[in-house]
């Protein structure tokens, strides 16, 4: 767990500014709820604080963002480094379709050109879908494609894919949308345990749910479309 320090952080797309010197710290094994209307530039953020924006052409960062005080912008910084410790699901995850169910836990780590063997491949592969409430249902389907999952076992299956690269900071851009009550119920306690020991971002839409999951709400607001994001309210001493 990290704490993610965003220093006058401002971002464009082109001529576009989608997000306007926003300042805040994030603290270590807390979970932080990002509020706001859409185009407030939530998405846009995220992808600032795990430099995963510099593969979108045309956009630009400004300011500063420290992770444990450290700046993970610039050149000196190997972006994909910035990735493993930074994870990110976005908001419509999907699972790699041709992928088995454990290969897809495992994509990730082979991704970042982790070798791992095969009895540690199986251990991480059941850690992960512990920790996202999956292994009960999954243990004896490992080997089956990953479409055959619901969408809510698919959406759990991206963030055990996110977790196995043990991420410090997990970033979760909204979570539960188009989500059934179960399955919304199922990640919300998923959130819970990963506190214990990350420090995780959640982008959500529903003000309730931020209460429930969350020790901290930033809220974000703009003045309309094409117009930037910002940082209206947010509690950086509780
Ligand atoms: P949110 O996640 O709060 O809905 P986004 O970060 O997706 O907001 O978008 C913020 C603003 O940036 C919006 O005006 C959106 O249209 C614009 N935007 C988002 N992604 C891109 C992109 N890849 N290229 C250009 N503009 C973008
Ligand atoms: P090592 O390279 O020996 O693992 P470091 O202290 O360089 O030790 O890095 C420790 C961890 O922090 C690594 O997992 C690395 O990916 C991550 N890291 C290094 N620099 C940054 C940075 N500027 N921002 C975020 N994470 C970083």
Same mark, same amino acid.
């Given at each position: /767990?990290?704490?993610? +320090?965003?220093?006058?952080?401002? *971002?464009?797309?082109?001529?576009?500014? /989608?997000?306007?010197?926003?300042?805040?710290?994030?603290?270590?094994?807390?979970?932080?709820?990002?509020?706001?209307? &859409?185009?407030?530039?939530? &998405?846009?953020?995220?992808?600032?604080?795990?430099?995963?924006?510099?593969?979108?052409?045309?956009?630009?960062?400004?300011?500063?963002?420290?992770?444990?005080?450290?700046?993970?912008?610039? &050149?000196?910084?190997?972006? *994909?480094?910035?990735?493993?410790?930074?994870?990110?699901?976005?908001?419509?995850?999907?699972?790699?379709?041709?992928?088995?169910?454990?290969?897809?836990?495992?994509?990730? *780590?082979?991704?970042?050109?982790?070798?791992?063997?095969?009895?540690?491949?199986?251990? !991480?592969?059941?850690?992960?879908?512990?920790?996202?409430?999956?292994?009960?249902? !999954?243990?004896?389907?490992?080997? +089956?494609?990953?479409? &055959?999952?619901?969408?809510?076992?698919?959406?759990?299956?991206?963030?055990?894919?996110?977790?196995?690269?043990?991420?410090?900071?997990?970033?979760?851009?909204?979570?539960?949308?188009?989500?059934?009550?179960?399955?919304?119920?199922?990640?919300?306690?998923?959130?819970?345990?990963?506190?214990?020991?990350?420090?995780?971002?959640?982008?959500?839409?529903?003000?309730?749910? /931020?209460?429930?999951?969350?020790?901290?709400?930033?809220?974000?607001?703009?003045?309309?479309?094409?117009?930037?994001?910002? !940082? *209206? +309210?947010?509690?950086?001493?509780?």
């Amino acid at each position: /767990a990290r704490r993610v +320090e965003l220093r006058h952080l401002s *971002v464009r797309y082109g001529a576009l500014t /989608a997000v306007q010197d926003v300042s805040m710290t994030i603290e270590p094994r807390t979970v932080t709820a990002f509020i706001g209307p &859409s185009g407030c530039g939530k &998405s846009t953020m995220l992808r600032a604080m795990n430099r995963t924006l510099e593969l979108i052409p045309g956009s630009r960062v400004e300011g500063r963002v420290f992770i444990d005080g450290t700046a993970i912008h610039g &050149s000196a910084v190997d972006p *994909v480094r910035v990735r493993r410790v930074v994870g990110m699901v976005h908001q419509q995850p999907r699972p790699f379709p041709t992928m088995s169910i454990r290969d897809n836990v495992l994509a990730g *780590v082979r991704l970042a050109g982790r070798r791992i063997g095969r009895g540690e491949a199986d251990a !991480l592969v059941e850690s992960c879908l512990r920790s996202t409430n999956l292994w009960e249902e !999954l243990s004896r389907r490992l080997d +089956e494609p990953a479409t &055959s999952l619901s969408g809510g076992q698919q959406r759990r299956l991206c963030i055990a894919r996110a977790v196995a690269v043990e991420p410090e900071v997990l970033l979760l851009d909204e979570p539960c949308s188009a989500l059934d009550p179960l399955s919304t119920l199922t990640i919300e306690e998923l959130i819970g345990r990963l506190r214990e020991d990350r420090t995780v971002v959640v982008v959500t839409h529903n003000m309730q749910q /931020a209460a429930r999951i969350s020790e901290r709400t930033a809220f974000f607001s703009t003045d309309g479309p094409g117009t930037p994001g910002r !940082l *209206v +309210e947010y509690d950086d001493t509780a």
